[in-house]
Nanobody, 124 residues
Framework: VQLQASGGGLVQAGGSLKLSCGAS????????MGWFRRAPGKERELISS????????YYDDSVKGRFTVSRDNAKTSVFLQMNNLKPEDTAVYYC??????????????????WGQGTLVTVSS
């Protein structure tokens, strides 16, 4: 599976962005998809994930209520709608695929495939 993330950019605090991640490969619909971010000076962290059928969704507390993950298996894509952005959301965002269809893992090591990352910068 090859992943390509897009949609990052510069936005003012309180603004919104929508990240997209397109995938190649027929197995997309069987993977749990995750969105990670790496902020300057911090470890990479999982902020959201969605199971293969969309029935199991995870949000980190830091984004709960502001970010919404979704996927379209027919279009082999996963999305992250980010609202009410804060300066602390500034990071490189990565989409990743875990081959387990209903994974609850937050460990990057279980995600076998990664996109190239897209930079989100939130100004105060």
């Amino acid at each position: 599976v090859q992943l390509q993330a897009s949609g990052g950019g510069l936005v003012q605090a309180g603004g919104s962005l929508k990240l997209s991640c397109g995938a190649s490969g027929r197995a997309f619909s069987s993977y749990t998809m995750g969105w990670f971010r790496r902020a300057p000076g911090k470890e990479r962290e999982l902020i959201s994930s969605v199971s293969a059928n969309g029935g199991l969704i995870y949000y980190d507390d830091s984004v709960k209520g502001r970010f919404t993950v979704s996927r379209d298996n027919a279009k082999t894509s996963v999305f992250l709608q980010m609202n009410n952005l804060k300066p602390e959301d500034t990071a490189v965002y990565y989409c990743a695929a875990d081959p387990k269809p209903d994974s609850r893992s937050r460990d990057p090591i279980t995600f076998d495939y990664w996109g190239q990352g897209t930079l989100v910068t939130v100004s105060s």
